[in-house]
């Protein structure tokens, strides 16, 4: 391998594949201080290459020897740089240059046996050198385009596994690791800033073990803490079998956590906001399945918690609310599918409002509101109470117009703002005005000029004008007039509220005063 020009190509090739080599220092722990020692020129022997290394610093090197660096990862040194290129053919450099300063010499063989590495220490100076075997013969078996072409597309590749913005290292069954790309030491940096180089092998970011793992297995989401700044980075990683070891790439996912932390967050205060309200919240999505509920749901729906926490379908929730009797009962099945179909279409146009009034008495008000994304909300509140008091009050008011009616007098009622808000039959019949079904506005003005048509008063009811547009205490006055001939007597009285009650009644319908008793015994009797 190492004898010809095919030994080249095949370290870039390692190289490449594996993306760039991230190796920690072993000098450190293996070269003892010194004189510097120097050897005459390393020229090198035609089918070597000579590197010559002081500490962690690269002194000298053959033109063979730098071509061969220029391959490893540039944001290494030149020393782990080397035994990046070399751990591949010469699996043991690692441990084996560990031990140089000791025994002084080193030789190994590669792997495929066809090259070898010499190593020589002399008072903290290492010279390597590594002997091609002797397969390489013939440089004719490559031409030069095709060595520029393979040059320039293991750059580029290089250069895309260096830059890729995720974590990519490779690890054995002992959780080794023998590559790892430019992102995987940055981070490896970041978390030991204390330590000027990196051991070798390279530490292992991650606690989890991932030789092994299942083909086409979910990724894991796993954490990192940034020391010194505790500061939690999120990965999710994805290992794969590749040559007996474990490729692993993890992608940054802080983000997507913090998206996923937001959203929890969000629910979790919609879920408090909601859990003290006495309206029924559902929320479906736009597949159509239940996403949020508050307890007040359970309580007006009359379903199982156990049931709406299986997130279940609109067209379950609602078939189920038809079986606990929550809904209107339809005449038949297929016109109730219609009445679902409409009602989730017009929730998703715009607010849609329904009353259902429920076999068991109750009435509810549901209310169903678009949201983002194709999401519909439903809201369910129990009105009965409210529909009760409307009934009663519209019975009360309906009672209270039927007793105005059957008086004789002529009666209207105006507001404190000159409005005309209640008359009688015999009001209407007198002043020749039916204006209860109106949706105007009748003012004071208006009742007024229909007075003026029939007895053309003008002071009176400039008079009668001013009364009732008055404001504060007011003392009640009459007055007596003719329409058509006939006398009517007028009264105006201020009652509750600011408002004025004007009264007509006809002089014949009242008791003529020899119908009506001396004061003494009208006294007696009232006593009576």
């Not at 509101?369 to 309906?398: K, M, N, V």
């Not at 209640?422 to 208006?446: F, K, P, V």
């Not at 007039?481 to 201020?494: S, Y």
Request: proline fraction near 6%; charge should be negative; charged fraction near 25%.
């Amino acid at each position: 391998m190492f004898g010809n020009l095919s030994w080249a190509f095949a370290i870039l090739l390692v190289a490449t594949s594996f993306g760039t080599a991230l190796i920690a220092l072993f000098a450190a722990s293996f070269l003892l201080p010194g004189k510097k020692v120097t050897w005459g020129g390393i020229n090198g022997e035609p089918g070597t290459m000579t590197f010559l290394f002081e500490g962690e610093e690269l002194v000298d090197a053959t033109k063979e020897a730098h071509t061969l660096l220029t391959t490893g990862p540039e944001s290494l040194a030149p020393w782990p740089r080397m035994l990046a290129l070399l751990t591949r053919s010469f699996p043991t450099i690692g441990a084996e240059a560990a031990r140089l300063a000791q025994g002084g010499t080193l030789e190994l063989i590669s792997v495929d046996g066809a090259g070898r590495l010499e190593a020589e220490w002399c008072k903290g100076v290492a010279r390597f050198t590594l002997h091609e075997g002797e397969a390489r013969n013939s440089v004719a078996d490559y031409d030069s385009f095709s060595i520029i072409a393979m040059a320039e597309e293991l750059e580029v590749l290089r250069s895309v596994v260096d830059d890729a913005p995720l974590l990519a290292w490779r690890e054995d069954r002992e959780g080794r690791v023998s590559w790892a790309n430019g992102a995987y030491v940055d981070l490896l940096q970041r978390m030991r800033p204390e330590e000027p180089t990196l051991p070798w092998p390279l530490p292992r970011v991650f606690e989890n073990q991932f030789f092994g793992t299942e083909p086409n297995a979910e990724p894991r989401r796993i954490s990192v803490t940034i020391p010194f700044i505790d500061q939690e980075i999120w990965y999710d990683c994805t290992a794969h079998s590749f040559g007996g070891e474990a490729l692993v790439f993890a992608m940054p996912a802080d983000r997507l956590v913090q998206a996923e932390r937001s959203r929890k967050e969000f629910l979790q205060t919609l879920t408090r906001t909601f859990a003290d309200l006495p309206i029924g919240l559902a929320v479906f999505d736009s597949g159509r399945q239940l996403t949020l509920f508050n307890p007040a749901l359970t309580d007006l729906s009359a379903l199982e918690p156990s049931f709406l926490i299986g997130r279940p379908t609109l067209v379950a929730f609602l078939d189920r609310l038809r079986e606990a009797r929550r809904m209107p009962e339809p005449k038949d099945y297929k016109s109730w599918r219609h009445h679902i179909a409409d009602l989730e279409s017009a929730a998703e146009a715009g607010i849609h409002q329904e009353v259902w009034s429920l076999p068991t008495g109750q009435t509810y008000r549901v209310t169903g509101q678009p949201h983002p994304d194709g999401a519909i909300a439903l809201l369910f509140e129990d009105i009965s109470a409210e529909i009760s008091l409307t009934r009663r009050f519209r019975a009360e008011l309906e009672m209270g117009q039927a007793v105005v009616d059957s008086l004789e007098e002529a009666i209207a009622v105006f507001s404190h703002t000159g409005s005309l808000v209640q008359s009688n039959r015999a009001y209407q019949a007198m002043w020749d005005c039916d204006r209860g079904d109106s949706l105007i506005d009748i003012t004071a003005e208006d009742a007024v000029r229909d007075w003026r048509n029939l007895h053309p008063n003008a002071e009176l009811w400039a008079r009668a004008l001013r009364y009732i547009s008055q404001i504060g205490e007011r003392d009640p006055w009459e007055q007596q007039i003719e329409i058509e001939g006939k006398p009517v007597h007028c009264r105006f009285t201020p009652i509750t509220g600011g408002a004025t009650l004007v009264g007509f009644t006809k002089i014949a319908a009242i008791e003529t005063p020899s119908q009506i008793p001396p004061p003494a015994k009208r006294q007696q009797y009232i006593s009576a």
